[in-house]
């Protein structure tokens, strides 16, 4: 009766643990040549800056929201941390890690390569993003 009940429990923990781990989230790592890639692009450019706005109005927004801070209406159907785009951590970043992710994704972060295909669009998305700093 013992050796069942310690069964049981150790199944219970690994069960728990096993659910727990679906939402840790490994770190996203960045080839090297992304991080040091330079943005090609006139970040003070208003033109520039408001057709990223518009890409990321569309496909960004509805995961990431408005603002930048991970709560758009599909948040919550996804895993993982969506990051806070006015966070100083996510900021920190370079222009080439955040367009590293914008056009390679991972997980429930698509890939932007095929969506927004003109790399300096994706690069005008990375502008915008700059902007949700708080």
């Avoid at 009940?5 to 199944?11: E, K, R, T, V």
């Avoid at 951590?89 to 429930?108: I, P, V």
């Amino acid at each position: 009766m013992k050796n069942a009940f310690i069964f049981a429990l150790l199944s219970v923990l690994c069960l728990g643990f096993l659910s727990f781990t679906d939402y840790i989230q490994e770190a996203w790592v960045v080839p090297g040549n992304y991080k040091t890639m330079k943005n090609p692009t006139d970040k003070s450019d208003k033109e520039n800056l408001a057709i990223g706005k518009s890409l990321y109005s569309k496909h960004c927004k509805s995961c990431h929201g408005a603002e930048g801070y991970g709560d758009g209406p599909k948040a919550a159907d996804l895993k993982g941390d969506l990051g806070d785009f006015s966070s100083a951590e996510f900021q920190k970043q370079t222009d080439g890690e955040l367009f590293y992710k914008t056009t390679f994704g991972r997980d429930d972060m698509p890939e932007f390569e095929k969506k927004i295909p003109d790399a300096e669009d994706r690069w005008l998305v990375v502008n915008y993003m700059r902007t949700l700093e708080e």
